[in-house]
């Protein structure tokens, strides 16, 4: 190294932090990014889930009694909920009377989907079911609510019968998309072709395009932005959402798998009835279409309202598990592994790691957790599925060695920047995944106080530092998952949330938050390296990614006040080797993205030399979060 050129450096970056990174030791590094996913904002049924018809099946509960919610009449018949003798299937008891009224001619009703239907000139793939006496023709039809001009219709003879309920399905391709989403999707028939003045309806159900074209499976435009995500694992399916407001009302995997007409619904913790379309094997659909590794969560007799199953009872519940590993995982020779066979699919899929639960450190839960609940389910499913590494819900108690404990961290920005140092502080005793994180308050506000509606720049600044804490040990921290994922803009209860939409796809948008994962995930550390440390108002890690043989530098800046000068050298990497600069910034710390409006966060690239000294030297702006890798 020359002398002259030290001093020349020092006097054009005096103030730039010098990091040189090792090229050996460190750790290598299993730290992922994923998803998790629960069922609430109307994010699960109404979002990703594809069904387009709200309240299909009249499904209910004591918490959410049966309606006729998204249902209206057509010219002058009388809509009412029945529970008829021979009705549909246990599980749908329910369904929806059309008397004719008193007019002759054309009569039938509308659903108004989850807050309007997006139509666009693309098939739609329906099926209904109906009981009772007519002998004409039905007719489906995607109109608009404004204007009644109807986008699509088709005819389809009926097969009714008054003694059984008969199935019926159509499709529909509109010529033209509808310039909004204030549709519905209708059902008419001629009145004076029934005998009995009325026919029953249920289970109504009308798909568009979906991903991959799953039958009865998820919006393309929301699961491409998971995609996008490039996420490596999902937790499913909750969250609070698998326990329940009160006993009885937990997750049952067994209750969302099989024909739809089979699956009677529950009542979610998140002010809603699941209809249980988006089941069990839904959601492992998705793992497999989107490469995720499986972190399934299960019930473990602990309910919202702070009860907890008695050691007594756990076992119906511990066995209600062992059952769904062997759903899931069985050979087809085994009772449930045949059942799954039954249904479609005869190979098993794998699980690599399973949830005992949620949050079982609230609630009332952690006593009855830490003295016999977590053990009885990690010692019965230990000793069945040997392979399958058990996650607790909590780290607030001692776990067995091989066990991996669960963090979640909600603050604001300076609590998430002022745990950057969380891991390396207190260590982690076991392996853990960091289930659900989010900035959710602004700065001086906590939980009690009002949280903000919408991810923004300055708390996802802060998420990345977090983010970067987590990486440094990426020989412990097994992931990290922001939560929740979805806002319906037209019904949400919990914010903020990774991305936003409606009915109508062109109002989906991916949240700064997003942006920052989306650039951390695309540039995967496979290997920790030892490097120079001085944090705030610059955080960093770096490393190698041993799969493509780069060196990655990822750093965030929160706090600085004014454009941050940094100079990182990799040992080993030579004077005139390229790099890639990429970082995020916004013109407003309190920038957030929202439907219609102009993307916030700027993307910057630049290509950047190392120096005679195999420098990489380049400024960062205030709060701003960066990525550097050298070529291949
Ligand atoms: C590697 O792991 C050890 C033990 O967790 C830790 O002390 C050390 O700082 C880590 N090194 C790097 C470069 O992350
Ligand atoms: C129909 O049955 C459900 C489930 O048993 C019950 O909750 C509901 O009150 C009944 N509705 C009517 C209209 O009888
Ligand atoms: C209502 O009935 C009239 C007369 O039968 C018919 O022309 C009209 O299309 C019907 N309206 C709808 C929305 O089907
Ligand atoms: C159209 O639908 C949107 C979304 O549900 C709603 O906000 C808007 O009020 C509707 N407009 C009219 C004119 O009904
Ligand atoms: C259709 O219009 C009615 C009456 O204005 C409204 O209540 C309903 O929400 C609308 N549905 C859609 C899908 O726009
Ligand atoms: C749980 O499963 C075991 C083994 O099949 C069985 O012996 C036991 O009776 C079951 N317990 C309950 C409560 O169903
Ligand atoms: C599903 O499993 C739960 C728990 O084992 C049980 O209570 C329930 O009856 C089962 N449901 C059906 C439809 O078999
Ligand atoms: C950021 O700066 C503000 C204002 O000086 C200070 O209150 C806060 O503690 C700082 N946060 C961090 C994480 O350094
Ligand atoms: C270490 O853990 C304690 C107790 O949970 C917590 O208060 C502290 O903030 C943690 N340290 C850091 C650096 O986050
Ligand atoms: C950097 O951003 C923080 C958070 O908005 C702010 O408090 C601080 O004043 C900023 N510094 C400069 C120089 O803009």
């Not at 994180?437 to 998420?463: C, M, R, Y």
Request: charged share 15%; aromatic share 12%; net charge negative.
């Amino acid at each position: 190294m020359k002398l002259f050129s030290i001093s020349f450096l020092c006097a054009t970056f005096s103030a730039a932090l010098q990091i040189s990174v090792e090229s050996s030791g460190g750790n290598s590094s299993i730290f992922q990014y994923g998803l998790m996913l629960e069922d609430l904002n109307y994010g699960g049924e109404g979002g990703l889930y594809a069904e387009l018809i709200q309240n299909r099946a009249f499904q209910g509960s004591s918490f959410y009694p049966r309606s006729l919610v998204a249902w209206t009449p057509i010219n002058g018949s009388v809509l009412s909920l029945q529970n008829l003798s021979q009705p549909l299937s246990s599980a749908l008891p329910t369904s929806m009377n059309v008397a004719t009224g008193i007019g002759n001619g054309i009569v039938g009703f509308a659903n108004s989907g989850y807050w309007g239907i997006d139509v666009k000139a693309q098939k739609y793939t329906g099926s209904f079911y109906v009981k009772g006496s007519y002998t004409g023709a039905f007719t489906v039809s995607l109109q608009s609510n404004l204007t009644n001009e109807a986008f699509a219709s088709t005819q389809i003879n009926s097969n009714s019968t008054p003694n059984q309920w008969v199935q019926h399905e159509f499709t529909l391709t509109p010529e033209k998309d509808a310039p909004n989403v204030n549709n519905t999707f209708a059902i008419t028939f001629e009145s004076s072709d029934v005998q009995g003045g009325s026919l029953d309806f249920n289970l109504i159900s009308l798909f568009p395009p979906t991903w991959n074209n799953r039958p009865n499976g998820l919006r393309p435009d929301l699961v491409q932005a998971l995609s996008d995500l490039k996420p490596k694992f999902l937790r499913f399916p909750g969250g609070s959402d698998i326990e329940g407001l009160v006993q009885g009302q937990e997750w049952k995997w067994n209750e969302t798998i099989g024909p739809l007409k089979d699956r009677p619904g529950r009542p979610n913790c998140w002010g809603y009835e699941e209809t249980g379309g988006l089941g069990l094997i839904e959601l492992l659909l998705l793992t497999v279409d989107l490469d995720l590794d499986p972190i399934l969560a299960v019930e473990d007799g602990h309910w919202l309202n702070n009860e907890v199953a008695s050691q007594a009872d756990l076992e119906s519940h511990i066995n209600s598990t062992l059952d769904q590993l062997e759903f899931i995982t069985g050979a087809t020779s085994t009772p449930y592994g045949a059942l799954r066979a039954s249904l479609g699919y005869s190979s098993p899929w794998k699980i690599k790691y399973i949830e005992i639960g949620n949050e079982d450190n609230i609630y009332g839960g952690l006593p009855s957790y830490i003295s016999y609940r977590f053990q009885a389910y990690y010692d019965s499913i230990g000793s069945k599925y040997p392979d399958i590494t058990v996650m607790a819900s909590t780290v607030e108690l001692v776990l067995p060695a091989k066990a991996v404990g669960d963090y979640h961290q909600y603050s604001n920005p300076d609590g998430l920047v002022g745990q950057f140092n969380y891991f390396d502080q207190n260590g982690t005793k076991n392996t853990a995944l960091n289930g659900e994180i989010a900035a959710k308050f602004a700065n001086g506000l906590t939980w009690g106080d009002t949280a903000q509606i919408f991810p923004w720049w300055i708390g996802a600044v802060s998420e990345a530092v977090f983010y970067l804490g987590m990486e440094r040990n990426g020989d412990k921290i097994i992931g990290s998952a922001y939560a929740p994922l979805f806002q319906n803009m037209n019904s949400w209860s919990w914010s903020p949330d990774l991305l936003q939409f409606t009915a109508d796809p062109g109002d989906t948008v991916r949240s700064t938050s997003w942006h920052v994962i989306q650039l951390f995930a695309s540039y995967e550390i496979t290997h920790t390296l030892p490097q120079t440390e001085s944090f705030g108002p610059l955080y960093y890690v770096s490393g190698l990614n041993q799969n493509t043989g780069t060196h990655i530098f990822k750093a965030a800046v929160y706090n600085s006040t004014g454009d941050y000068p940094v100079s990182v050298t990799f040992d080993g990497v030579e004077k005139g080797t390229s790099a890639t600069l990429t970082y995020l910034v916004a013109n407003d710390p309190y920038a957030y993205n929202a439907a219609g409006q102009p993307e916030v966060v700027q993307t910057k690239n630049s290509q950047i030399i190392a120096s005679e000294d195999g420098e990489f030297a380049f400024t960062l702006p205030n709060l701003s979060v960066a990525v550097l890798e050298t070529g291949h």
